[in-house]
């Protein structure tokens, strides 16, 4: 079991940047894969960005990339999401979510991540 907590989301400007965090309990935080989705009032959950278990290898949504950087610290069982030159659409509730593989590490689909956190609301003012 892996539980997740979200923390770092507010209002923010346009322009503007965020840091999100994402603390994991247990003692196989290593073992996941670990991604960040984000859901606005009315759609669909969707993928922001993922890391491999050892976070060398990343993959972003073309919506972001350029924009948004996730990382881990393995040893402090948290996962960031530093976000920049922020955009009213990015707005929405930011999820972090846990994913054991075998093979690829990312996938875009929410029902490949094993554990969820509750969200964290982004709000970006133009």
């Known amino acids: 079991q892996v539980q997740l907590v979200e923390s770092g989301g507010g209002l923010v400007q346009a322009g503007g940047s965020l840091r999100l965090s994402c603390a994991a309990s247990g003692r196989t935080f290593s073992s996941y894969a670990m991604g960040w989705f984000r859901q606005a009032p009315g759609n669909e959950r969707e993928f922001v960005a993922a890391i491999s278990r050892t976070g060398g290898s990343t993959y972003y949504a073309d919506s972001v990339k350029g924009r948004f950087t996730i990382s881990r610290d393995n040893a402090k069982n948290t996962v960031y999401l530093q976000m920049n030159s922020l955009k009213p659409e990015d707005t929405a509730v930011y999820y972090c979510?846990?994913?054991?593989?075998?093979?690829?590490?990312?996938?875009?689909?929410?029902?490949?991540?094993?554990?969820w956190g509750q969200g964290t609301q982004v709000t970006v003012s133009s």
């Open positions: 979510a846990a994913r054991y593989y075998s093979s690829v590490f990312y996938s875009i689909r929410p029902d490949q991540y094993n554990y």
